[in-house]
Structure formats: structure tokens, C-alpha cells
Nanobody, 118 residues
Framework: VQLVESGGGLVQPGGSLRLSCAAS????????MSWYRQAPGKERELVAT????????NYGDSVKGRFTISRDNAKRTTYLQMNSLQPEDTAVYYC????????????WGQGTQVTVSS
């Protein structure tokens, strides 16, 4: 099983980034996919979630209206489009896959750094 995040980097305030999470080793469509983030000295927080079959989405309050989560089941990839980035969005972003029927079955990616700074 692998979740490999990519697309992080340094961006100026107001800029955009698109993160990707490529999955392998499990039945992708049967897993809810989520993005979390963790800033230095803070707890990991949920950014966005998308379900497997119908693609319903949910967002953390701090990113609503700025971030969009999506998935391509054929490519086994989840995306996070991040617009209007602010310094407080700086964090390591992690991808998580959780089985829709067995909550105890989940996987994490290794994370990708996003830094928003002028």
C-alpha cells in the first residue's frame, strides 16, 4: 500500500497550489480520501474529505471557499486545489485513505510541505 503526495512547495500569499495523492495497493473506490495538515507546534487537522462512490465533499471551516478536493478513481489519485493561500496555511499536508466500511482500516501518506511566504 502506498500513498504518495506531491505538488507542495513555496508560494506567495494569494497564490495557488495543487496537491496530488497517488494511491496503490488497495481498492481505491472503496476508500474515503482526506487531506489533513499539521503546522509546527499544532495538532493535525482535517482539511477536506471526499467519499468514494458519490464524491461528496466536506471541508474544514478555515479552508471553505478556497480549497477544493477532488478524485479521479480511474487514475487512483486525489487532488487538493488550494487558492488564495495565506501564511496560516503553511503546514505539512498529508493524504489519508480510510475504508468506507471498516473505519479501522486506513493509510497515511508521507506528507508534502506547503509554505506560504513573501
Amino acid at each position: 500500500v502506498q500513498l504518495v503526495e506531491s505538488g507542495g512547495g513555496l508560494v506567495q500569499p494569494g497564490g495557488s497550489l495543487r496537491l496530488s495523492c497517488a494511491a496503490s495497493g488497495f481498492t481505491f473506490s472503496r476508500f474515503r480520501m482526506s487531506w489533513y495538515r499539521q503546522a509546527p507546534g499544532k495538532e493535525r487537522e482535517l482539511v477536506a474529505t471526499i467519499t468514494g462512490a458519490d464524491g461528496n465533499t466536506n471541508y474544514g471551516d478555515s479552508v471553505k471557499g478556497r480549497f477544493t478536493i477532488s478524485r479521479d478513481n480511474a487514475k487512483r489519485t486525489t487532488y487538493l486545489q488550494m487558492n488564495s493561500l495565506q501564511p496560516e496555511d503553511t503546514a505539512v499536508y498529508y493524504c489519508k485513505a480510510q475504508n468506507v466500511n471498516f473505519a479501522g482500516l486506513y493509510y497515511w501518506g508521507q506528507g508534502t510541505q506547503v509554505t506560504v511566504s513573501s
